[in-house]
C-alpha cells in the first residue's frame, strides 16, 4: 500500500521548534464516511471514540462545492462545551502555502523576484551575515533549499515571545541572529525543513513593501478571498470557552492551555505558522490552490502556480513552496498536502487537482494526529471513490 507524502511541520509551543516534516503520513484506510446530508458530526464523533482528542472538525470540497463537513466534540478537555463547524482552528505549518502564495502575488506586482537573494532584500543585513548565504535567494527561502536552521535557539525565540518591538522589526533581528552563522548546507544543496527560512522570506516582503506580514497576507490573501475569520496566536478571548483550545500533553492526557501568548509560538514566527482561521474559511484558500493547480489564472498567473506546485529537490520529499507533491498515492491525481501542529492543535489538508476536489481535518489536540488523520483518509476515500493506494 502506498503512502501520502503529507509534511508534518511542527511547531513548538515551548518555543523549542520541532520543525520536522513526516517522511510518509501514510493512510490508515478506514471506511469512506458515509455522511448524511453531508454532514461529518456523527461520523467524526465515532473517530473519536476510545481517544483522548477533545474535538475534530472536517470538510470534504468537490467540483466546486463542499459536499461534506462537520465537527464533534467539546472545546476543551473535560469541558462540556460542544465544538461547532464555524469554530476557529490553529492551522500551524499549513499557513506555509498561504506566506508562498502572498509572496508570488508581490513577484507579480513586481516587488520581489523567486530569484532575488538575501543581500538584495535585506540589504541592512548584507554586510554583517555570513557569506555562505549570499548567494541564497527567495526562492530557496520558501523550498527549504537554502541552508537555513529550522529554529533559533530556545532562549531567543522566548526573548521575541514577551517582546513589544513593532514585528517587523523582530523580524529584521530575527533575520541577523539566523544570517550570522553559516548555513547548514550551501544554499541550494539540500532540502532541510526550516521554519526560520519562511521567517526570512517573510522579512524580504516587509522590507519591499514597508508592511508588516500581518498587514500584507491581509491585503494580498485575506482579502481578495473573502476571508474573514483568520487571525494569529490562538484562537479565542482568555477567560472564555468560545472557540476549541488547544491542549497540551500532559503524561498522556489533554490539559487545556488558555487563549494567551503562552499558547502558541512567538509572534515573529507568523509566516512559518500561528494562524487560526474557520475551516471553511481555509476551504476559501484551498479552493483557489485547487484551481491554480488545474491551471485556472485567475488569482495568480499561471507561472506563479507552476512555481508554487513544483518541488525544488525531491528528497527527503517533493517540497514544492509549502506544499508536498505526491504522484502515487491517488491513482489518476496528484495529492498536494501538507499538516501543521504547534503541539497543541494539528491540521492537514490535501488537493487533489485531476479529481477536482480537496480535504481538511483539525483536532484540538497535537497528539490527535491519529483521529485527524482517519478523518481526512475516509474523507479522501470518499471524493475519489475510494480509490487511493
Sequence with gaps: MGRACVARAVLSRRSVLAGAMAAAAGFLTPAPIRAAAGDLSASLLEILKGS????????????????????????????AVPVTPGDLWHIGSNAK?????LIARLIEKGRLRFDMTLGEGL?????????????????????????????????????FRISMVPLDEQRIEFARLVLGAAPLSAPGEKQLYSNSAYVLA????????????????????????????AGFGAPGREGAIDQPLGNANLNGEPVPQAPTL???????????????????????????????????TGYLSAQSWKTIFTPVLSEPQP???????????????????????????????????EAKAFVLAAVNFGE??????????????????????
Excluded at 502555502?97 to 502564495?101: C, I, R, S
Excluded at 548584507?126 to 541552508?147: F, I, K, V
Excluded at 494526529?369 to 478523518?375: E, K, N
Design 52 to 79: 483522548k482528542t477533545p474535538a475534530i472538525a472536517a470538510l470534504a470540497w468537490k467540483d466546486g462545492t463542499v459536499v461534506a463537513e462537520g465537527a464533534a466534540g467539546v472545546r476543551a478537555a473535560g469541558g
Design 97 to 101: 502555502a498561504m506566506t508562498a502564495v
Design 123 to 159: 540589504p541592512m543585513l548584507a554586510a554583517e551575515m555570513n557569506q555562505g548565504y549570499a548567494g541564497a535567494r527567495l526562492l530557496q527561502l520558501l523550498s527549504h533549499t537554502a541552508g537555513v536552521p529550522a529554529n533559533l535557539d530556545a532562549a531567543s525565540l522566548e526573548s
Design 202 to 229: 517573510a522579512a524580504m516582503a516587509e522590507q519591499a513593501t514597508g508592511l508588516p506580514f500581518e498587514e500584507l497576507i491581509q491585503r494580498e490573501v485575506f482579502d481578495p478571498l473573502a476571508i474573514t475569520s
Design 262 to 296: 503562552a499558547a502558541d509560538n512567538a509572534r515573529v514566527l507568523a509566516p512559518a505558522g500561528t494562524l487560526h482561521l474557520s475551516l471553511r474559511d481555509w476551504a476559501k484558500f484551498a479552493a483557489v490552490s485547487l484551481k491554480g493547480a488545474r491551471g485556472d
Design 319 to 353: 517540497y514544492a513552496l509549502g506544499w508536498i507533491i505526491d504522484m502515487q498515492t491517488v491513482p489518476g491525481s496528484r495529492l498536494i498536502a501538507h499538516e501543521g501542529s504547534n503541539t497543541l492543535w494539528h491540521a492537514m489538508i490535501g488537493l487533489l487537482p
Design 368 to 389: 490527535g494526529r491519529p483521529q485527524a488523520l482517519a478523518a481526512f483518509n475516509a474523507l479522501m476515500g470518499d471524493v475519489t471513490g475510494g480509490t487511493q493506494r
